[in-house]
């Protein structure tokens, strides 16, 4: 997978993509992010990208030429799956959204800034738009590293143990259960018996359990929220019973 990031702060993004499980795609050569300085296509001496908003009102806006500059010379390299725009009005992001783009092959995410970027970018050259939660950042970023880590991390080999992606919170409509690590008896703070038991049927029936359990508790509005869950069953078909 490639990933293509437009910004006018590339430094804010090299931290995120110099460590830990996104250093190790690249290195693995699964994945690979490139980072794009939008001032580079910027218009003039100033190199800008932003002007004043048609109609008045604070803030600047991002204009078109530089990005669709900068969008056109990686089309001219190689097809894109996707051109997303991170914005706070897009589609809401989840875990079901990053499966769906781990499944893709090349995608460009455009970070907008100060106002954001002119309406006619997201007419014609966006495919989609994805917003990280219901506020407002200063720029599209730290969003993009946040879409960016929960897709690249799905990636076959990225995580050592690969099915670990596949217990985590979301993935099945349940929250994960509780974990735990040694020692079993901290100063009285003991570890449920059953993880201590060997016992491989009872753990997973447990943490099911614990599972269901926390989804009532803290998220009933997900599916596995709903009373009728037993184990086995299908999260899909429960949703609107
Ligand atoms: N004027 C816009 C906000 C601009 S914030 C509005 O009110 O909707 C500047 C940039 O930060 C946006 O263009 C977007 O790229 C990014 N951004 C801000 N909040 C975001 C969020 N919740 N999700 C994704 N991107 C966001």
Not at 106 to 127: A, P
Request: aromatic letters at 6%; proline letters at 5%.
């Amino acid at each position: 997978m490639r990933v293509d990031i437009i910004t006018v702060l590339p430094g804010l993004l090299e931290g995120p993509f110099s460590h830990s499980i996104l250093k190790r795609a690249e290195e693995k050569g699964l994945a690979e992010v490139r980072l794009h300085d939008l001032r580079k296509y910027g218009i003039g001496k100033q190199k800008s990208v932003d002007d004043y908003a048609f109609g008045g009102g604070a803030g600047m806006v991002m204009m078109v030429e530089p990005i669709i500059r900068c969008i056109s010379d990686l089309k001219d390299q190689r097809d894109y799956d996707e051109v997303i725009y991170m914005s706070p009005d897009g589609e809401r992001f989840t875990q079901s959204m990053a499966n769906g783009l781990s499944l893709k092959q090349n995608l460009i995410i455009l970070c907008g800034h100060y106002k954001g970027v002119d309406e006619r970018v997201r007419e014609h050259l966006i495919t989609r738009e994805i917003s990280i939660g219901d506020y407002v950042l200063s720029g599209g970023e730290l969003a993009a590293a946040v879409v960016t880590d929960a897709v690249i991390r799905l990636l076959p080999g990225v995580l050592n143990d690969e099915t670990s992606a596949l217990t985590d919170s979301y993935q099945d409509g349940l929250l994960a259960p509780p974990v735990y690590t040694r020692p079993a008896d901290y100063a009285g703070w003991k570890v449920p018996e059953v993880l201590l038991s060997g016992h491989a049927a009872k753990i997973e029936s447990w943490r099911f359990e614990q599972s269901v359990r926390r989804t009532r508790e803290r998220r009933p509005d997900l599916p596995a929220g709903t009373p009728t869950l037993e184990k086995g069953d299908n999260i899909e078909d429960k949703k609107d019973k």
